[in-house]
């Protein structure tokens, strides 16, 4: 414990990275500990809505491995926001791959409702393909991405495996492919997967168990947390115009915080948690002097990329009752792709399947559609009217009942968000372990100036968690450990 420690902290940014370190330091007796936040919220990317009586989540959703393992999961357990199911021990040992698969409903582009058996081939040989990435330089031989990778296996494997089935079939299953590298894209959130380093892709790790939601929104996971914290800890609405690190050679203050409406703050530390879509489009500005060369570097490195989703409501359900995925196969594809030709005109087709959103209320029956890339960031720019035609008209087609109508649509725009300017990282061309360790790195490296003036935290921080709630959360907590360590 650093017990009654006045040493004065900033922190930038209100997400999970900036709420657990805060937490963490306040529980430690740290009593000089401040939370700037540029929006008029806290929870960051964690942001649950409404459509209608449905709750919807318009960020992050999922606990990925909620077992013992997973830190998000463990708070989730005890401030009592997760279904019996998700508690037991059989879901928690479930490896990742083990997965239950959904239960899917098929629908074609030419408004057929497929057997969900007869998709077998192309989904197992999908898993079968991406689960087999090689994960050393040594086995890497000539393919430039996972994409290419994925790419040349497909065609390899089919070659022999599907010579005897008619050209129907292939062409369906050919699709169904296609369906399932889309939806690869939006769980890296990535415009292709010919962007993802391919030994970089190795570099995330899973934990046991089997995905769950949180029944009553993530963001209870957000003010349970921010309960615990004192009342006047974060101010909202104050932006951070920029960071003055090692400006004196005093001990006194070292950082000088300027807020954009003037006010200027001196710190002995501050820990930066904003979005690496923001670093990415901002570090110039916001750090003064400017960031070394390595960390420049992988704030570059690393992708960071943009994944939406789409909410629609119907008055009634098209699909089965006991159905929880609708994946959509455009059986006129005649390449294996993951991203459209002529994105304005064809933006839609990005969309591969929709989730059916659990509700606690009777008669809601809505669906959530998953789009990333440069198609999301086209979608974000058309009037609302656009989308709920592009949406319906989609929804006809490969339903064939040219009737149906949604009640509500919702979509999210994280590329245009100020703030965030996408949705999370993830390991693009180039991109290796040494960057994601250099983005830890505080400032300033070495020299006699006091350690520890800039701190860094947030998902794009975790060498294996990136992307997810459980490593936004983690790298908070690591940098807070960092200054317990400091002042112990």
């Known amino acids: 414990m650093a ?45 649950t809505g409404r459509l209608g009586n449905t709750m919807i989540e318009m960020g ?15 708070l989730a357990r005890d401030y009592n926001l997760l279904d019996p199911k998700s508690l037991t021990p059989e879901n928690q040992a479930v490896d990742v791959g083990e997965d239950p698969p959904l239960v899917p409903n098929w629908f074609t582009s030419s408004g057929q409702k497929l057997n969900p058996d007869d998709m077998d081939p192309a989904t197992e040989l999908f898993h079968v393909i991406l689960d087999n990435t090689p994960e050393s330089t040594t086995d890497k031989q000539s393919w430039s991405s996972v994409g290419d990778f994925v790419k040349s296996e497909f065609q390899r494997q089919t070659a022999t495996k599907w010579k005897d089935k008619d050209k129907h079939t292939r062409q369906v299953l050919l ?21 993802l380093d391919l030994i970089g892709f190795s570099m995330y790790l899973s934990i046991k168990g089997v995905d769950c939601t949180f029944p009553s929104g993530a963001e209870g996971l957000i ?10 800890l974060v101010s909202y609405s104050r932006p951070v115009r920029c960071i003055h690190w090692s400006y004196s050679e005093s001990e006194e203050n070292a950082v000088m915080v300027e807020c954009e409406d003037g006010e200027k703050i001196n710190a002995d530390h ?20 400017p960031l070394p060369a390595q960390k420049l570097e992988s704030i570059q490195k690393i992708g960071f990329g943009t994944c939406d989703k789409i909410h629609v409501e119907f008055e009634s359900p098209w699909w089965d009752a006991d159905c929880e995925i ?23 087709r990005k969309i591969s399947s929709f989730n059916v959103v659990k509700s606690s209320k009777s008669g809601s029956h809505v669906l959530c559609g ?18 709920r035609r592009s949406i319906t008209e989609l929804i006809r087609r490969f339903s064939g009942d ?31 372990a040494q960057n994601f360790k250099n983005m830890t790195e505080p400032l300033p490296t070495r020299g006699k100036q006091q350690p520890l003036q800039v701190m860094f935290a947030g998902e794009a921080t975790h060498p294996s968690y990136y992307s997810t709630l459980h490593g936004a959360l983690l790298s908070g907590r690591r940098e807070a450990d960092r200054l317990i360590s400091h002042y112990s």
């Not at 699709?175 to 962007?195: I, P, Y």
């Not at 003010?223 to 006047?232: D, F, G, K, Q, T």
């Not at 440069?374 to 058309?382: N, Q, S």
Request: hydrophobic share 40%; with cysteine.
């Open 270 to 289: 501050v820990i930066v948690t904003v979005p690496l879509g923001y670093l990415k489009n901002h570090h110039s500005t916001l750090f003064s002097p």
């Open 60 to 74: 992050a959703a999922f606990i990925h491995g909620p077992s013992e393992e997973n830190p998000v999961f463990c």
């Open 223 to 232: 003010s349970n947390l921010m309960s615990e914290l004192p009342a006047n």
């Open 175 to 195: 699709g169904a492919m296609n369906s399932m590298l889309k939806e690869e894209c939006f769980a890296s959130a990535t415009h292709s997967l010919e962007d």
């Open 402 to 432: 040219l009737t149906i109508t949604p009640t509500r649509i919702e979509c999210t725009r994280w590329f245009h968000d100020r703030w965030t300017l996408g949705s999370y990282c993830h390991p693009a061309i180039g991109c290796s």
């Open 326 to 348: 609708i994946y959509l196969v455009w059986d006129d594809e005649e390449d294996i792709s993951d991203h459209v030709s002529d994105i304005s005109k064809n933006w839609v």
């Open 3 to 47: 017990e009654n420690v006045d040493a004065k902290i900033v922190i930038i940014g209100c997400g999970i990275a900036g709420i657990a370190a805060a937490h963490r330091l306040v529980k430690s007796g740290f009593t000089n500990v401040r939370i700037l936040e540029a929006t008029g919220r806290s929870g960051g990317r964690i942001k």
């Open 370 to 387: 998953w789009i990333s890339g440069h198609e999301a960031e086209h979608m974000e720019t058309l009037p609302e009217q656009e989308v």
